[in-house]
């Protein structure tokens, strides 16, 4: 079993930038793919970036491309989601997930979820 906690957070005008943390425990880390999602009020939770085990590939829903990047770091149990050119369109509760032995985008296929942390973005 694995242990997800969401950092980073916050308020941000449009067009600036924040920098998600996921930091796991619990069981090794590099058997799971990792995975961000997130959740506007009222709007079902989406897809936003997964990074396969050894971080080699990364895959971007198509509304963030350009702007936001996956990676991992195995040694510190960690991933990361760095969010630039930030748009309130992009305010929901960002969740980081844990796909056991996996690299996909479907949020069924995730074992672990983590509590979210509030990414808001004003205009």
């Known amino acids: 079993q694995v242990q997800l906690v969401e950092s980073g957070g916050g308020l941000v005008q449009a067009g600036g930038s924040l920098r998600l943390s996921c930091a796991a425990s619990?069981?090794?880390?590099?058997?799971?793919?990792m995975g961000w999602f997130r959740q506007a009020p009222g709007k079902e939770r989406e897809f936003v970036a997964a990074?396969?085990?050894?971080?080699?590939?990364?895959y971007n829903a198509d509304s963030v491309k350009g702007r936001f990047d996956i990676s991992r770091d195995n040694d510190k149990k960690a991933v990361y989601l760095q969010m630039n050119s930030l748009k309130p369109e992009d305010t929901a509760v960002y969740y980081c997930?844990?796909?056991?032995?996996?690299?996909?985008?479907?949020?069924?296929?995730?074992?672990?979820w983590g509590q979210g942390t509030q990414v808001t973005v004003s205009s």
């Open positions: 990074v396969s085990r050894s971080g080699g590939m990364v």
């Open positions: 619990g069981r090794t880390f590099n058997i799971y793919g």
């Open positions: 997930a844990a796909a056991e032995y996996s690299t996909t985008r479907n949020p069924h296929d995730f074992d672990y």
